[in-house]
C-alpha cells in the first residue's frame, strides 16, 4: 500500500508554534515517527507539506491512480477551502483527515471542516499519533476492498 501524507501551513513549525496545542515534537520528528510506523505495517510512505493551497490541490491531484490513500491535515485551510474538498473528491483516493489538536475544543470557526465530507474519517486531538492511526484505518479498509 502506497500513502500519501499532507500536511498544510504552519505545520513545518512543529515545535514552535503553540506547543500547548500542537506539543514540542518537531516535523522532522512527525516525519520520521510516519516512517517509521509504516515500515513496520508494510506501507510505502510519501510527504507534501506546504503553505500554499495551491500546493496542496497539486498534490492530492498527483495522488489519483498513484497512491491508495491519502493522510491530510489541511492546516487552517481546513475551514476555508473548497478547493481542497474538491480536489479530494475529484481523485476517489481514500482520505483521513487529521488534527494533532482538538479543533472541537478551539475557537468556533475551527468546527467547521470542509473537507469532511469527502474524506472516511475525522482523527483529532489524538496529537500526532493520529496520523498513526490514519494510516491503520486506510490499512483496514484497503483489507476490507
Known sequence: MKILIINGPNLNMLGIREPDHYGRATYADLVARIRAHAKEKGVRVAFVQSNHEGDLVD???????????????????????????????????????????????????????????????????HGTDGYLEAIDLLLAKGAEA
Open 59 to 125: 498534490a492530492i491531484q498527483h495522488a489519483y491512480r498513484r497512491y491508495d490513500g491519502i493522510v491530510i491535515n489541511p492546516g487552517a485551510y481546513t475551514h476555508t477551502s473548497v478547493a481542497i474538498l474538491d480536489a479530494v473528491k475529484a481523485v476517489s483516493v481514500p482520505t483521513v483527515e487529521v488534527h494533532i489538536s482538538d479543533v472541537e475544543a478551539r475557537e468556533e470557526f475551527r468546527h467547521v471542516s470542509y473537507i469532511r465530507a469527502a474524506c472516511l474519517a475525522t482523527i483529532a486531538g
